[in-house]
Every structure is written in structure tokens, then in C-alpha cells.
């Protein structure tokens, strides 16, 4: 069994299980849509990952009609929402950390996290 990020399926393979021309992966490729490992030949090699997203490439092209671009700027978009939630369970976790240790925020206090640097800055009222 292979990871979930372990790039393993040739650009044939992918093809044929998705049902769609290889040219076609390669022009998402080309539109950066998706991103395949290459072997030292050159070798596209693709993770379930991969195919994962190109497979919600197809369903937003072909069942939505939305063109290569508007995928895009969705894709990004779902990326940036990912990258929000992981930070809430972050910060969640840092409050509920910082909630054991200290006992609760007095309510005349607030809590902020500066992004960069990871700190947390406790304000009095």
C-alpha cells in the first residue's frame, strides 16, 4: 500500500483509470492545476493526491461548467480556507493549552496571536 502523497501512477495509468486523454493531464500541468513528480527520466508520476484533485478538476469542468481558470481561483480559494481552518485548530488548541495552564481568560482581558511570530500577547483592559 502505497501513502496518499507517494507519487507512484505513470501518466497512462491515470488516463485510463480516469477515463480522460493524457494530453489532457498534461494541460492541466501546464495550467498549473496540478503539480506530478518526475522521475530522473522525466517520467510524470502522480499521487492519489493527484488524482484526487484532478478528479475534482473533472467534476467542476464537466459536471459545473466552469472553464480552467475559474477552477483555478477555486482551488486556491479551497486552499486558503484549508490553511484557515488548520490555523483555527491551532489557535484552538494553543487557547485550551494556555486555558490548562493559567485556569480561564479573565473576560477584562483578550487574547491575540500575531501571526508571524507566533506569540501571544495578553491585553488588560
Known sequence: MHGYDEP??????VAKVLKIHPQTLR???REGLVKPSRTEGKMRLYSQRDID????????????GVNLAGVDIILRLKEQMEEME????????????YQAANGQIPKN??????????????FEE
Open 86 to 97: 488548520r490555523e483555527i485548530e491551532e489557535l484552538k488548541d494553543e487557547l485550551a493549552n
Open 109 to 122: 482581558r483578550s487574547m491575540v496571536k500575531k501571526r508571524d511570530s507566533y506569540e501571544i500577547i495578553i
Open 8 to 13: 507512484v501512477f505513470l501518466i497512462s495509468v
Open 53 to 64: 484533485r484532478i478528479k475534482m478538476i473533472l467534476r467542476l469542468t464537466r459536471e459545473l
Open 27 to 29: 494541460q492541466y500541468e
